[in-house]
Structure formats: C-alpha cells, structure tokens
C-alpha cells in the first residue's frame, strides 16, 4: 500500500497531522530523517536537502532568540517569496515566536498599521524588491514596540529606518552560542503560530489567530486531498505572505517531502523556464496564472512535460480552462478548492475523481472535520438554494487579534463562522459561491476589500464619498471601479475634460498610497451614489451600471 503523509495511507483525506507532529519546529526535526536526501529548498544557489534544512532551521531560530525574540512574540515578515524568508519564518517558530506575514504590495501605512496591531518586536524584510527601500517605506511611522530590522537581503542603498537594522550575517552571528532546544521542546500543540491579518467590511486589517495544530491538520489534508508526494517539486508562485503560499506552500512541502522552490512574482518566462530547469510537478496559482501560460506565445519553445498537479480557486474557473490545463499545459490533475484566512485557509476542495464539470462549476465539499453549511438571514438552512456560507470545525480561527467585537460577528455562539460569501450546496455538498456579502473581489488572486479602499480614497481633497465594486476584466478576473462624488468645488457637473483630468489625478494618487492590487481601475464621477432606504449604497445597481456601459469612466494607462 502506497502511503501519504506521516505514512498514512495515501488516500486518507484527514492523516491528522497535527496528531503526527504537534508542532511545526517538530515537524521540522522529522522531515530531516523521513527525507534526509531529498532537496527541500531550491533558490538561486540555495540549494538543501531535508537534512540540510533542520540545521539551517535552527540556526535562524538561534539568531532570533539572540535578538530578543520571547516565546509568544511576533515577528513581522514583509518580504517576497525566497529562501530567507521560508528559513527565518520556521526558525521564528522553532523559538516559540508567532509569523505576522505582510502583503510585499503595502505601502509604508498599510504595512505599520498591522505591525503596530500585532505588537511586532522585530520585523524581517529586504531592500531592492521590486526596486523598494521597504525599511525607508516605514521611517515616518510610529512604531513603539518595534525593536530591530532584520534585512534578509539588500540589494540597494537604504534610507531612514523606523528602527535599528542588522543584515543577515550579522543576526546569524549573533546566535552563535544559543541553544534553542528547549525553546522548540516547550512549543504546544495549540500554542499561537501565526497571525494572517484580512481586511473586512470595516475596512481595518484583522488578525486571524492560527495555531500550530490547525495549521497543521488543515494542510496534512490539503496535501492528502491534492495528492502532494514525496519527491514532488513545488513551483511556489503564491506568495508567502498568504496562507496559499506559506501553509499550502512551504508546511505542506514539509509534510509530504516534497521539494520548495520559491518565485518572487509571476513572470510567464521566467516560471517556464523554472519549470524546465527545475522539472517542476506542482503549480498551485489563481486561474490568471494558466491562462497567461495558456496564451504566451513562447510557450512551445519551453518543456513543460513534468507538470502533473495544479491546484486554482479564488475566482471564477471556466470548465474551458480546466480542459486546457489538461489537454495544453499537461496537467494530469486539476482541482479548485475555497477558503478564507479566518479558516486557516481551507473550506472546501474538489476531489481527485471529480470531473471537470465539478471542479469548474464548484469549489467541492467540506474537508473532513469540518461543517459547511449555506443559511437565510434567520439562520435556517437552505438547501439548494443561495445562502450565506458558514463554516464550523477545527479549521475556525479562535478570533481576531485584540478584537473581541470583531470576533463576535464573524463566530456565533454556536461556533459557526459566517463568511460573508453567498453560496449555494448541491445535494452532494459541493461548494458554489454566487455572491458575496461584504462586496470582497479577487483582482489576479489578491483578496480586495472595498471598504478598506474607499476609506483610502476619502482621503484624497477632492472625494467626497467612494463606492468601489468589482468589475469583469479578461486579465486579472476582476477589478475596481470606484464610484465616486467628488467635493465641494471639485464637481463631476463642468467640462468633460475638467472630469476626466480629476479622475485620472484621483487614479494616479491612489497608486502612491495603496497596494498595487487594490487600486481602481476605473473611476465614474457622480453627482450621488444610490443607496437604499436605510443609506446603504446599492452596490449591486452600481455593478449593472457599469455593465450597461452607459457611465463615463475615466481609466489612465497601467504605465503611469
């Protein structure tokens, strides 16, 4: 018999990984024998085996406790997918540390904002992603409890710092003489092992409170479910600081034995060309990633044959695309699954036997352990019929960071989590999300939440009030438009020109203050948004405004 995770049974969809562990610094220690020869990281000239990987774990664990790092304290990580950033993040939890992930598209605010919440004492980031000074990006901000910068790389000359730095070699010097053993002994099951913070309809980032056996026991049966192996190689284009990244990424390798290669950003050319020199078997993405390889022309000159997994949600999934994976880009399996950070990620997954009408029109059933069901306003289940999504199980965060108010609307007191997505379950329990309650859309993969931007744009002088909702768009799935009046002095009632030059100006300054995903696309000056008899702006009238196509919309050039 053929055996999966832990050597359970391949086909065991819930192996209880956390029951074979405990604890991430633990599963660390036995993926070293399990799989001592085989490569478990490959980045650049990185390259080490699971036996390597421990040693190196431990040493980054060494550095942290040197520079202060108590059990329990959060570490900021604002940096791109790389082999640093997997090998501080295991060593933060070998010393009994929590990982605070930030979104490496934040601008300085953004990414303060969640390290002042989370009370981060160190923050671990770079220099040159992408051209950025990420350190210089925070200079301005108050952050009281932020102690230390620690630069995992440095490509280009820094500017002001919010807090002391110190590169690499100096912070792994540091813990030369550390002994972490009995840190990585006294990390518990349920001890805190992340806090992944999501925006909501308040428009203010919670923390979603993860442990290690959540984490754990969700991603042992990710990687069951998915069919991930020893020996597989994991192209890992979703970034890290996302549980599709980090959990489905890096744990899940750990746990199966399968080979982490890290990608910064997608790049069809260089992710072909990794794929062929790395003979890449695993490549998890949002559709946006497939069909971009579908349609480079250049893809024939690339040998793509090795690709055999693909893992995709998080939008819409035409059945088309499904066929086209499988018949075009060669993969022999294709699944889509759903979830949310504040259920660790996990909610519901297709199943290797599902067809492609199934994996293409659902988002499959409830992992097992896990409750799902869709109910009216009352709370009455309503089966066949759209629904709001509410989840209960193992996979339910235990709360947001230090926001007890938040945490009683998302959790009822039966222990249900109310996702806010609108769905529909058929009678084999498959996962079909219609609608969404908090407005949220997906722009290439990325989670955008309007209430977070509009309370952004109503900084601008000139907006009076923003609406934002997610439109059709053939590249990235969906994008925003913001709706908005503009103030006093600054009307939508003169010229054309005068018009269009405010929203371009209200565009362009909008790419300085917030991530790159989360900017409008488009912009429609009104002179009123419409809303309901309670002034609850009718989101739904705006989207079909905007695909009447009858509303002047003002774009500018992605260039600019």
């Given at each position: 018999m053929s055996t999966g995770i832990g050597g359970a049974p391949a086909d065991q969809e819930d192996p209880r990984a956390d029951l074979i562990w405990g604890t991430v610094p633990s599963l660390v220690e036995d993926a070293a024998v399990r799989?001592?020869?085989?490569?478990?990281?490959?980045?650049?000239?990185?390259?080490?085996?699971?036996?390597?990987?421990?040693?190196?774990?431990?040493?980054?664990?060494?550095?942290?406790?040197?520079?202060?790092?108590?059990p329990g304290g959060r570490v900021g990580f604002w940096a791109p997918n790389?082999?640093?950033?997997?090998l501080a993040a295991l060593g933060v939890l070998r010393a009994g540390g929590v990982v605070v992930p930030l979104n490496t598209r934040f601008k300085g605010g953004e990414a303060a904002y969640i390290l002042r919440n989370a009370g981060a004492t160190l923050l671990a980031t770079v220099r040159g992603f992408l051209g950025f000074d990420y350190p210089a990006m925070l200079a301005s901000e108050e952050l009281a409890s932020l102690a230390k910068v620690l630069?995992?790389?440095?490509?280009?000359?820094?500017?002001?710092?919010?807090?002391?730095?110190?590169?690499?070699?100096?912070?792994?010097?540091?813990?030369?003489?550390?002994?972490?053993?009995?840190?990585?002994?006294?990390?518990?099951?349920?001890?805190?092992?992340?806090?992944?913070?999501?925006?909501?309809?308040?428009?203010?980032?919670?923390?979603?409170?993860?442990?290690?056996?959540?984490?754990?026991?969700?991603?042992?049966?990710?990687?069951?479910?998915?069919?991930?192996?020893?020996?597989?190689?994991?192209?890992?284009?979703?970034?890290?600081f996302h549980t599709f990244g980090y959990k489905a990424g890096i744990l899940a390798c750990l746990?199966?034995?399968?080979?982490?290669?890290?990608?910064?950003?997608?790049?069809?050319?260089?992710?072909?060309?990794?794929?062929?020199?790395?003979?890449?078997?695993?490549?998890p993405g949002p559709p946006t990633l497939y069909q971009t390889l579908l349609t480079d022309p250049e893809r024939e000159k690339h040998d793509l044959s090795s690709l055999r997994l693909g893992v995709t949600g998080a939008a819409v999934v035409p059945v088309e695309l499904v066929h086209a994976m499988s018949d075009e880009l060669g993969f022999a399996t294709v699944l889509t699954a759903y979830g949310l950070t504040e259920s660790c990620g996990t909610v519901s997954m297709c199943r290797r036997s599902d067809p492609p009408g199934i994996v293409a029109g659902t988002?499959?059933?409830?992992?097992?352990?896990?409750?799902?069901?869709?109910?009216?306003?009352?709370?009455?289940?309503?089966?066949?019929?759209?629904?709001?999504?509410?989840?209960?199980?193992?996979?339910?965060?235990?709360?947001?960071?230090?926001?007890?108010?938040?945490?009683?609307?998302?959790?009822d007191g039966d222990g249900w989590l109310h996702t806010g997505d609108i769905g529909v379950l058929d009678v084999d329990g498959n996962v079909t999300i219609t609608d969404r309650v908090k407005d949220m859309y997906v722009v290439g993969g990325f989670n955008a939440y309007p209430a977070e931007i509009e309370a952004i744009l109503r900084q601008h002088d000139a907006v009076a009030q923003a609406a934002v909702v997610g439109v059709p768009d053939e590249r990235m799935g969906e994008v925003g438009c913001a709706y908005i009046v503009p103030a006093a002095g600054n009307g939508s009632g003169g010229t054309e020109a005068a018009a269009d030059e405010l929203g371009r100006a209200i565009l362009s300054w909008s790419r300085g203050v917030m991530a790159n995903y989360k900017v409008p696309r488009s912009v429609v000056l009104v002179d009123a948004l419409p809303v309901n008899a309670s002034g609850k702006v009718l989101k739904r009238e705006l989207r079909d405004r905007h695909a009447s196509g009858t509303d002047r919309v003002v774009t500018i050039e992605r260039s600019e």
């Open positions: 799989h001592a020869t085989t490569e478990a990281l490959v980045d650049g000239d990185v390259r080490l085996t699971f036996a390597q990987l421990a040693p190196e774990v431990d040493r980054y664990a060494r550095g942290f406790v040197a520079a202060g790092l108590q790389c082999a640093e950033w997997m630069l995992l790389r440095d490509e280009v000359v820094g500017g002001g710092t919010p807090a002391p730095i110190v590169g690499l070699d100096e912070f792994l010097a540091g813990g030369r003489t550390v002994d972490t053993s009995a840190r990585a002994t006294a990390v518990r099951p349920d001890d805190l092992s992340d806090l992944i913070f999501t925006s909501g309809t308040t428009g203010h980032p919670k923390g979603a409170v993860s442990t290690h056996a959540q984490s754990l026991r969700t991603f042992g049966t990710w990687s069951s479910i998915v069919g991930l192996g020893a020996g597989d190689r994991y192209l890992i284009v979703n970034p890290f746990m199966a034995g399968a080979t982490v290669v890290p990608e910064p950003v997608f790049d069809a050319a260089a992710v072909m060309r990794r794929i062929e020199a790395e003979r890449i078997t695993v490549l988002s499959g059933r409830a992992i097992p352990g896990l409750e799902v069901r869709a109910v009216a306003d009352g709370g009455a289940t309503v089966p066949g019929e759209p629904g709001e999504i509410v989840v209960r199980g193992y996979t339910v965060m235990s709360g947001y960071w230090g926001n007890e108010e938040a945490t009683a609307e998302a959790i």
